[in-house]
Structure formats: C-alpha cells, structure tokens
C-alpha cells in the first residue's frame, strides 16, 4: 500500500518531534533507533524510510529544535513590542529552565552532542544558530552602554542564557538553580542595555 505525500509529511513531523524529546532527554548515545521509533510510534522501516541514519535524524531534529527557538523569539517580539527582551528571558530562564527535558530547548540540551558530530552537523547548526542570533539582534539598540553591536550582544545574550539553563538544570539545589536564573537574567539584560 502507497500512502500519500500527505501523511508521508506527518508522519516524518512526528518522527522528527519524537527525535527531538528522545535525542533532549537521553542524549545522542543514550537514544537508540529503538527508543525514537518507539516514542514517535512507527516501525523501524518506516523510521528509515524517512532518515538514512540516527545521524540523520539527529540532526534534522536538532534543526528542528533551533527553527522553534527563532520562531519563538519572534513571536515574543511580535507580542512585545517593547519589552520583548525581558518577556523573553524571563520565560527563557523561567520555563524552560524547569520544564521536563524533552520540551526543554534544543540550544543548551543538544549542543553538546552537536560538537561531538560531523561537519554538516555543525555547519548545519551555525547557519541556524546566526539565524537565531539575526533574530534577536534584529530587535536590540545599537545604542547601548556596552558599545557591541546588536550582533555581538545576540551571540553574548545567546552564550549566556545557554549556559545558565544548562548550569540551572544540572543543580540538584533548587535555591542554587533560582539564584543561577536570577543572576544570568540581571545580566542578560544588563548586558544588553535593557535593564
């Protein structure tokens, strides 16, 4: 039986949504192709006939995780039209702080595995990531204390609450986590002029 362009398009979007959960919460080795056709609710076969590889997958979800992380930043411009920056890092290092790992953000959670990858991986990963930082520079003043660029304070702001969610997340002290959320959020903030 052939099935149509239509549900070879949902099904591959729920494989790469499963890959996306799996890939955050178990890390690229802990992810077997078990676990991700299991969590996306497909056979082996159908699995690769939509990715070659665990490789594959592993990096269209990645893609897939930065893409909802642009689009995000976006929509929260769109919504705050001023303010946007400090709505945004206040959910940043709010929610997806303390989430369960698979909704957690595809740039602290899988980054580590994206430096242990192959090159179209990681090039791959860069153009998405200036991508992000387009967005975010897009919506900041040049005019600032800091005297850097609105590119140079996204890749800063980017760095920053990157690692503090991942500093946030790796705590067993949930007072030391809050007081890591509120320290990066003052300076995210601070270094971006908009405190």
């Known amino acids: 039986m052939r099935y149509s362009a239509e549900h070879k398009e949902k099904t591959r979007a729920k494989v790469v949504s499963a890959a996306g959960q ?3 919460e178990e890390g690229y080795g802990g992810a077997g192709i078990d676990a991700l056709t299991k969590a996306a609710g497909v056979t082996n076969g159908a699995f690769y006939g ?6 594959a997958a592993f990096r269209t979800a990645v893609l897939a995780g930065l893409e909802d992380l642009r689009v995000g930043i976006a929509a929260v411009k769109a919504e705050h039209t001023s303010g ?3 709505a945004f890092v206040d959910y940043y290092m709010g929610y997806k702080r303390t989430c369960a790992m698979g909704d957690g953000c595809a740039l602290p959670l899988l980054s580590a595995d994206v430096m242990r990858s192959d090159e179209d991986t990681k090039q791959a990963y860069t153009e998405e990531l ?6 975010i520079a897009s919506g900041l003043s ?3 204390s800091s005297g850097r660029t609105p590119d140079d304070q996204a890749l800063l702001l980017l760095s920053l609450l990157t690692g503090g ?3 946030a997340r790796a705590v067993a002290d949930p007072g030391m ?3 890591i959320a509120k320290l990066v959020t003052h300076e995210a903030l601070r270094l971006t002029g908009d405190n």
């Open 84 to 86: 946007w920056l400090k």
């Open 22 to 24: 799996v890939f955050r």
């Open 165 to 167: 969610v991942t500093l």
């Open 142 to 144: 040049t005019d600032n």
């Open 130 to 135: 200036e991508r992000i930082a387009a967005e």
């Open 177 to 179: 986590s809050e007081k």
């Open 50 to 55: 939509h990715f070659k590889s665990k490789g």
